[in-house]
């Protein structure tokens, strides 16, 4: 078992919702990191449960910045401290809509030009800060206050597209797994140059399930092969432990869906949908990870 | 060292002398030889700096704020749309107070896609808590830059500065230049609230109406503050290299009964035309608006005023003359001309002056004039 610290820089009374993965994504993120680490977080629901002025419940410094801006504002925070001979990490914190949306130029400029940060986008798939709306990561199906009755497109490939930047490492994570995240985001601010990684984040009040069920709800998403915990690292794939084990027998996708009132009436052929693309995904995965691709 | 360079090289060879530890840029004309030139000096290693060729103006300054709270002194170089792109950013530059200097070649604004003069795109950004400073020669170009960061990095001001130069008509003109060895003038830059590792803090977080408005004053405070700073370095600038500025350039003021009031190039194009009027007899002067931002004192008082305006306030006005009516109550003769790039002669001033209508506003070519 890896020995995560009992070191804390969340500390007590941030303002998030009960059962939020953010904020306990974001305790592993900074164990792993430790204190020579600063966070650059764009508007996201971070932004929020961090505190109020002057108060703040992150023991590491936070850089709040412009919902577009976060990987810019790290590419040159990076090049300031790295002239300046400093080994302090820096670390982007951002929601999926300042990811796939408002901030994926930002993402697309600073992985291009190999700046030295850690970008990780917490993913709910949806805007959760401004009261759940539709980002270009809801799947399809999913009820959202912008699509009441279901998204009719599918969720965008973020990993295809950060990967088609070629990133020395690149990995998806969740919280429920906190052992793999807390390896990974290890192994990622070991590794100079753009790293990424992408945590999917059950949100209690946005997915709409009981929220003591946020660890659950993380387990039965990569159980049913919705999300696929891997690493692509200096571009050599390996799928890891729970997924491999998943994509081989995977649960019925129901089980993940059902207990979700955001899935509540969902139609068969978005179901259908929903399981072709994580069978794709899956697919591609495995070839990559047998080197046929 | 005298030389002869465009006004973009001067600036770019200013920064070199300000040694920046970061500049983040993105290419538009009329600026771009700004950053070709910046770029050139870092690679032949002739300046010591991280050059981050940004894929966009918004993330030009979302690096420089990214690099400047570390402490460290940034620069950055736009025009026009790219000014207007970078909008939200150039707000976040002030609000987070970081000292970050950037030269805006000023340019019109689309459609239609116009690439020559005018002051409307930096107007756009006058009320973000930037100083704002308008260049008319090659030389003021290069000066006012390497005062531009002593400005904004003196303690009592820690707001950023914007060095504005008319495009074309001086970013691509030719003119001697004078370079200096800065030395002590800008001392090394010192950033209380930079961010540090060992005494963790939260910064720009979620803020609570009350503080927020105590934050806004206090910009407000640092700007008034700007004033004697901005004076120091005039005198410090005189003092250590002989060229002196104010926060306008007076040319024949003293007994004049008619003021031209212009900024940037047509500033100086008003002073050949008040030459000309005093060669008619008519006792003009002429007031060049170099500071913006703090906007300075006029003494226009006891007499009429011609406001050239390069820019324009829809519905309200011409900037300039609407300023001087607000602020020193002047009834300014208000010409809107030069928009777009529109040629302006010394003859087209002396002809304003010659028909001025006090309280009236004219579209220069537009409206029957001369």
Not at chain 2, 77 to 86: F, K
Not at chain 2, 312 to 324: C, D, M, Q, T
Not at chain 2, 337 to 360: C, N, S
Request: hydrophobic content about 40%; some cysteine; charged content about 20%.
């Amino acid at each position: 078992m890896t020995q995560i610290p009992s070191e804390e820089f969340i500390l007590k009374c941030t303002s998030a919702c009960a059962g939020c993965s953010d904020s306990l994504t974001l305790r592993y993120v900074l164990k792993a990191a430790g204190p020579d680490t600063v966070l650059v977080v764009p508007a996201c629901c971070t932004s929020v449960i961090q505190g109020i002025f002057p108060h703040t419940a992150v023991n590491v410094p936070v850089y709040n910045v412009a919902f577009a801006a976060a990987a810019a504002c790290a590419s040159g925070m990076s090049a300031a401290l790295r002239a300046a001979g400093k080994k302090t990490s820096v670390i982007v914190y951002a929601g999926d809509g300042g990811t796939v949306d408002i901030g994926i130029q930002a993402l697309s400029g600073a992985f291009e030009r190999r700046a030295d940060f850690l970008y990780i986008c917490y993913d709910n798939e949806a805007y959760g800060n401004t009261g759940m709306q539709r980002s270009g990561s809801t799947p399809i199906g999913a009820r959202t206050t912008t699509t009441p009755a279901g998204k009719l497109q599918a969720r965008k490939d973020l990993d295809a597209i950060v990967a088609a930047h070629d990133p020395p490492y690149q990995a998806s994570a969740c919280a429920a797994f906190p052992q793999d995240l807390f390896k990974k985001v290890k192994k990622a601010l070991s590794i100079r140059g753009p790293t990424f990684i992408h945590v999917l984040a059950p949100c209690p009040p946005g997915w709409r399930y009981p929220s003591g069920k946020s660890v659950e709800m993380g387990r039965l998403a990569v159980r049913s092969g919705m999300w696929i915990l891997y690493e692509r690292e200096f571009g050599k794939v390996t799928i890891n432990g729970p997924s491999r084990a998943a994509i081989m027998k995977p649960i019925p996708l129901e089980e993940y869906l059902a207990p979700q009132g955001r899935f509540r009436g969902i139609s068969q052929e978005a179901v259908a949908a929903l399981r072709a693309q994580a069978d794709r995904t899956a697919k591609k995965l495995q070839a990559e990870e047998k080197g046929i691709c | 060292m005298l030389t002869v360079a465009t006004g973009n090289k001067a600036v770019a060879a200013a920064v070199k002398e300000a040694r920046p530890a970061v500049i983040a840029a993105y290419p538009i004309t009329p600026q771009t030889e700004i950053v070709e030139q910046i770029a050139e000096y870092v690679s032949s290693g002739a300046m010591a700096a991280q050059y981050i060729p940004v894929e966009s103006e918004h993330s030009a300054m979302a690096a420089c704020i990214g690099a400047s709270i570390t402490g460290v002194r940034t620069f950055t170089a736009t025009s026009s749309h790219g000014l207007l792109y970078m909008h939200e950013m150039v707000n976040w530059a002030a609000g987070a107070r970081l000292p970050i200097v950037m030269a805006n070649v000023n340019r019109a604004l689309g459609p239609g896609w116009n690439i020559w003069a005018e002051h409307t795109d930096a107007f756009q950004e006058r009320d973000t808590g930037w100083l704002q400073v308008y260049v008319s020669t090659v030389q003021e170009a290069y000066d006012t830059t390497l005062m531009a960061f002593r400005i904004a990095e003196h303690e009592d001001v820690l707001l950023p500065v914007m060095v504005n130069l008319d495009g074309f008509l001086l970013s691509h003109s030719m003119q001697p230049l004078l370079e200096v060895e800065a030395g002590d003038f800008i001392p090394p830059m010192h950033l209380p609230h930079a961010i540090d590792p060992a005494s963790p803090a939260g910064y720009g977080t979620l803020t609570g109406p009350e503080d927020y408005f105590r934050l806004r004053w206090d910009m407000e405070r640092s700007m008034r503050d700007s004033v004697p700073v901005i004076r120091d370095a005039h005198d410090a600038f005189a003092r250590q290299f002989g060229r002196s500025y104010g926060f306008l350039d007076e040319y024949r003021c003293e007994d004049a009964d008619v003021v031209v009031v212009a900024m940037g190039t047509l500033g100086m194009e008003a002073q050949v035309a008040v030459d000309q009027l005093r060669n008619e007899g008519i006792k003009a002067g002429c007031m060049r608006i170099r500071w913006f931002r703090p906007f300075p004192h006029l003494d226009l008082k006891g007499r009429d005023v011609v406001a050239i305006d390069r820019d324009y306030s829809f519905g309200f006005g011409g900037v300039i003359a609407r300023s001087l009516q607000a602020t020193e109550r002047a009834e300014p003769y208000s010409v809107i001309a030069g928009l777009g790039g529109q040629e302006v002669t010394y003859d087209d001033i002396v002809g304003f002056v010659r028909e001025r209508k006090p309280g009236e506003e004219c579209w220069f070519g537009v409206d029957a004039h001369v």
